[in-house]
């Protein structure tokens, strides 16, 4: 069974960053798509970056295009979200997710994620 570690949120000043960290278990992390997705109180679930199996292609949304990173270190199970400028309305927990997918153009629709972690808050605040 896949299972899904999330960490490295927190407490960040505007402007700051962060390097959040999903580390995936019982399986090769290039084995699975993985997304980055997250929820702000009172907002629905947002799919904010992913990650595909057959090139490490990667997508963002826009609300994070050129301030966030994705990327997969298969050496270490592990796929890293590089958040940088971050702004207040990123405040949010972000979750981790798989899906066994091979695909050219990895998706960041969360109804398509088969395994989820269980989210780790990101606040940012002065």
């Known amino acids: 069974q896949l299972q899904i570690v999330e960490s490295g949120g927190g407490l960040v000043q505007p402007g700051g960053s962060l390097r959040l960290s999903c580390v995936v278990s019982?399986?090769?992390?290039?084995?699975?798509?993985i997304g980055w997705f997250r929820q702000a109180p009172g907002k629905e679930r947002e799919g904010i970056s992913c990650?595909?199996?057959?090139?490490?292609?990667?997508n963002y949304a826009d609300s994070v295009k050129g301030r966030f990173t994705i990327s997969r270190d298969n050496a270490k199970n592990t796929v890293y979200l590089q958040m940088n400028s971050l702004k207040p309305e990123d405040t949010a927990v972000y979750y981790c997710?798989?899906?066994?997918?091979?695909?050219?153009?990895?998706?960041?629709?969360?109804?398509?994620?088969?395994?989820w972690g269980q989210g780790t808050q990101v606040t940012v605040s002065s």
């Open positions: 997710a798989a899906v066994r997918l091979f695909q050219q153009t990895c998706t960041r629709n969360g109804p398509s994620y088969d395994f």
């Open positions: 019982g399986f090769p992390v290039n084995y699975y798509e």
């Open positions: 990650i595909n199996t057959i090139s490490s292609s990667t």
